[in-house]
């Protein structure tokens, strides 16, 4: 594999596991390691790096445009979409429970827009200074 996909990858990943890693930091709770949402977006991280990467590396290509649009259509699904599943959800749960049904659907929080831009600016952040240090 050539050596600079092998760093778009691990820097990537490091993004990832960094946005990951630092959830529990900003809630002051290990359980949002296991948790769907919370600060920072890891989703919005991850998919930033990748373009921040293949724009270092190549320049403004069709591979770091079609990253740019896939990144768009994530940061809004993090941020819109999945936001108001977990709010449609919880409603449906007050709905059950005054009908007398104890089963609860489950609820998924999507990210509120603090989260995503910190997740962004993690996204932009690491993978450059990475390629400061080992590009």
């Known amino acids: 594999m050539d050596q600079i996909v092998l760093k778009v990858i691990i820097f990537t990943l490091a993004t ?17 390691l296991f948790m ?3 600060m920072p977006s890891s ?19 069709l591979l ?5 649009i896939m990144m768009m259509i994530i940061v809004r699904d993090a941020f819109s979409v999945r ?12 709905l059950l429970k005054k009908v007398g049904i104890k089963k609860k659907v489950r609820v998924v929080h999507g990210h509120t827009f603090n989260e ?15 390629w400061l240090l080992f590009g």
């Open 83 to 94: 936001k108001a599943v977990g709010t449609n959800s919880e409603y449906i749960n007050t």
């Open 64 to 68: 770091s445009f079609f990253a740019f």
């Open 16 to 32: 990832w596991l960094l946005s990951e890693v630092l959830k529990p930091v900003f809630q002051k709770d290990i359980r949002a």
């Open 43 to 61: 989703h919005t991280a991850v998919t930033v790096a990748l373009f921040v990467c293949l724009l270092i590396y190549d320049g403004i290509t």
């Open 116 to 130: 995503v831009v910190v997740g962004g600016i993690i996204g932009v952040i690491i993978p450059v200074l990475l």
């Open 36 to 38: 769907n949402g919370k």
